[in-house]
């Protein structure tokens, strides 16, 4: 704490505290990664906004949404090689690293549960949570978890790989969060914005606190299955007069 500025002082370190660039010690190589984490940070926001504006379980929808989960995870695995996060010398090391995601995917989940709750009473948030069930309803259910799945594990090695190592030295855990907000801002959805700061943090925090993508990613599969098993049954009825106004399913009967 002595030997970190006075402005940085009041700061939680998880904020401050710079992690090494992965051994680009060179200056110029490393603006010239930066570079390309940006562009592909840009391919893969355009192909997200176009996804989510294809029609639920169209051959569109599944090609552009395993194309934003090919972009991604292309990006984070030529960018920056994999960092995983645990001590191959602490033989307890990886059990408590595969436990204690699963918890926390687990947690988040009840938590988003309450929110949920309190979002069906809000049309605006109602509104954009039906919207984006609307692709598990209408979609074929194993193509819709693959592409959750896929995209899950995707990010993880995009916004806390590559992206994340681009931004040593500039307080990456509030940076690539702000950056996986704006890319989700493509998708144009208030709901989706909203989780993706909630949970984006959360994975940041983690990919700083064990050094690697294996929490996070962990915790993003196990959060985006419940989610997607479990929450669209709390707006079935919203969802489906969505579907009913934009004709895209017939009104029930009676």
Excluded: K
Excluded at 5 to 26: A, F, K, Y
Excluded at 210 to 228: F, K
Aim: glycine residues 8%; aromatic residues 10%; positive net charge.
């Amino acid at each position: 704490m002595r030997d970190r500025p006075h402005r940085e002082r009041w700061l939680p370190s998880w904020r401050s505290e710079n992690q090494p660039r992965h051994g680009r010690t060179n200056d110029a190589a490393f603006r010239q990664h930066q570079r390309m984490v940006a562009a592909v940070s840009v391919a893969g926001t355009g192909l997200l906004g176009a996804s989510l504006s294809t029609q639920p379980d169209s051959t569109e929808f599944y090609a552009l949404t395993f194309a934003v989960a090919g972009t991604w995870l292309t990006g984070g695995l030529v960018l920056e090689p994999p960092h995983l996060g645990w001590d191959r010398s602490d033989e307890h090391a990886f059990p408590r690293l595969v436990s204690t995601p699963i918890l926390i995917g687990t947690a988040a989940f009840g938590v988003f549960v309450g929110a949920a709750l309190v979002a069906r009473r809000i049309p605006l948030l109602n509104g954009a949570i039906s919207s984006i069930l609307s692709y598990a309803d209408r979609g074929s259910g194993p193509w819709v978890l693959a592409t959750t799945l896929a995209n899950a594990v995707a990010e993880e090695f995009f916004f806390r790989g590559a992206l994340f190592a681009a931004l040593s030295g500039h307080y990456p855990v509030l940076a690539s969060t702000a950056v996986y907000v704006l890319a989700t801002s493509a998708t144009r959805n208030p709901a989706l914005v909203l989780a993706s700061g909630v949970m984006g943090s959360l994975f940041a925090a983690q990919r700083h606190s064990s050094w690697g993508i294996v929490a996070p990613i962990l915790t993003h599969v196990t959060w985006s299955t419940l989610m997607l098993r479990y929450l669209p049954p709390l707006f079935r009825d919203s969802t489906h007069a969505l579907l009913q106004s934009e004709g895209c399913i017939q009104p029930r009967p009676g």
